[in-house]
């Protein structure tokens, strides 16, 4: 049975003698137990932890305006400085399984694309400012109306979407699936492996990951996805210590020598609000923190709706519980992600393993962020887990995510179409984003040809023309000059 078949509440609330913490938690009311909730924890932080290793790759890795990079090992610290607060005041706060961290995605953008046009501390400052004025959206209620505004069938491919995205990100993050080098005559983009066939060990943990998992799946074995990642990752330990491996990617499955490693906090509060405008046409900087906004915005919106909806929340109107105060955490996480120069913190689709596991509660939250807290002086011992090992996790919350399918009425095109899109564009352009504006702007398109546009809540016109400008961005910035 998936996990999304079990009720979001028992009637008659709390069993009686319930302890404070299940009361003020809802554990046993949604169904779970302190057990699964302390899986679902150990689940969510080793499916992410890995962002305690690529966050600083990606930030580190390039320079600002004036030539100046970033510190690995201070971003290292802020990254699981900002992980650890924000996941916990996620799970006592919102009460949902959901953690957060540096957004992948919008760090490369950062990275990439804000950091060249200025100083470090002035990135940072367009990432405070894009929190801030989500938050505003928040408090205002338009963010928590546009997530109600939008059909239960869209919610349901937003889900069955982010099912494959997921999927596709373990198989990639594994080695599984590679991208083709751009070579003549080649218009294949991915292949098996890296050289179209599977070689090496690394692959093979991967590969026999997944068979545990899903074999323990089948079997309904409590903690199965856990049970996989600590397994493959003492095999993968073994394994490295008797042949002879180059890499296993990001993480590295060694002992390390120096388990305990002294945090470096000095990036936090590095940021200017304002400086962008000093640095770069006022057009570019509104432009750029739009983008922020948009992809923040929907990325946790995707994610909300696709984690909850697998650990079976959603009321019968498809509604998130305590929408309004997930939605601001959230946003106080791209602030506190920026002050701390560690790029938008935001909702991470790997709590999905999490729920795999079990977790129906925020005290899962507790456990996921005590880790990352604990990461602050353990990151060498808590960073051996290799993607190999925690990747086929990814793989398995996508078949559990994929089931809700079933639920979507794929004989009215006018659904049937946009569902499809959403979860198509998804894994193939490897954006959630993405998936959800080709969906709204589909949907918004097929009504109005059918003559049905008086369907259509005035907040899905709306975001499907903010949508219409986030795709035309590179025509529109070359028409206003900011190019």
């Known amino acids: 049975m998936s996990v999304t078949q079990q009720p979001t509440d028992r009637p008659g609330g709390p069993p009686p003698g319930a302890n404070g913490v299940d009361r003020f938690f809802r554990i046993s009311e949604r169904g779970s137990t302190l057990g699964r909730e302390i899986r679902g924890g150990l689940a969510t932080f080793f499916t992410m932890a890995y962002i305690l290793v690529l966050n600083p790759i990606i930030l580190g890795s390039a320079k600002d305006k004036f030539g100046h990079q970033l510190d690995a090992v201070q971003l290292t610290t802020a990254t699981a400085l900002v992980a650890a607060v924000m996941t916990i005041i996620m799970g006592i706060g919102g009460n949902l399984p959901l953690a957060l961290a540096a957004g992948l995605g919008l ?219 997930v939605l601001l955490i959230d946003g106080a996480a791209a602030v506190a992600g920026g002050a701390s120069s560690s790029s938008s913190a935001t909702s991470y689709i790997e709590s999905a393993a999490g729920v795999g596991e079990g977790s129906r509660t925020g005290f899962s939250n507790l456990v996921t962020g005590g880790l990352f807290a604990l990461a602050l002086f353990l990151t060498p011992l808590l960073t051996i887990v290799p993607l190999q090992a925690a990747a086929p996790a990814l793989v398995a919350v996508g078949f559990l995510m994929m089931t809700q399918v079933k639920n979507i009425d794929w004989d009215k095109y006018e659904i049937a179409i946009p569902a499809f899109l959403t979860i198509a564009v998804m894994p193939f352009t490897y954006s959630i984003t993405n998936g959800i504006g080709a969906g709204f702007l589909s949907y918004v398109l097929l009504k109005t040809v059918l003559g049905k546009a008086k369907e259509i809540h005035w907040l899905l016109w709306g975001t499907a023309a903010l949508f219409l400008v986030y795709f035309a961005i590179d025509p529109i910035e070359q028409i206003l000059g900011a190019k």
């Open 107 to 325: 760090n490369a953008v950062v990275a990439f694309q804000i950091a060249p046009l200025m100083s470090w501390d002035d990135a940072m400052g367009l990432i405070v400012l894009e929190g801030l004025l989500i938050c505003v959206l928040v408090v205002t209620g338009l963010r928590e109306a546009v997530m109600h505004a939008i059909p239960q069938s869209l919610k349901q491919a937003i889900s069955v979407g982010i099912g494959l995205f997921i999927a596709f990100i373990g198989f990639v993050d594994a080695g599984f699936v590679s991208r083709i080098p751009d070579v003549a005559g080649t218009t294949v983009p991915v292949q098996l492996g890296a050289t179209g066939t599977l070689t090496g060990w690394p692959i093979l943990v991967f590969c026999l990951g997944v068979l545990l998992t899903i074999g323990l799946l089948a079997r309904k074995v409590r903690g199965a996805i856990l049970i996989s990642i600590v397994t493959m990752t003492v095999v993968a330990i073994v394994i490295d210590s008797i042949a002879d491996i180059k890499t296993w990617g990001l993480t590295t499955p060694k002992i390390p020598d120096d388990i305990v490693a002294s945090p470096d906090f000095g990036l936090i509060g590095h940021f200017s609000l304002f400086g962008a405008f000093g640095q770069t046409s006022a057009i570019t900087v509104v432009l750029l923190v739009f983008t922020l906004i948009l992809s923040d915005f929907f990325d946790t919106m995707g994610t909300v709706v696709g984690v909850s909806a697998e650990a079976g929340l959603l009321d019968d109107q498809g509604r998130v519980p305590n929408l309004g105060r």
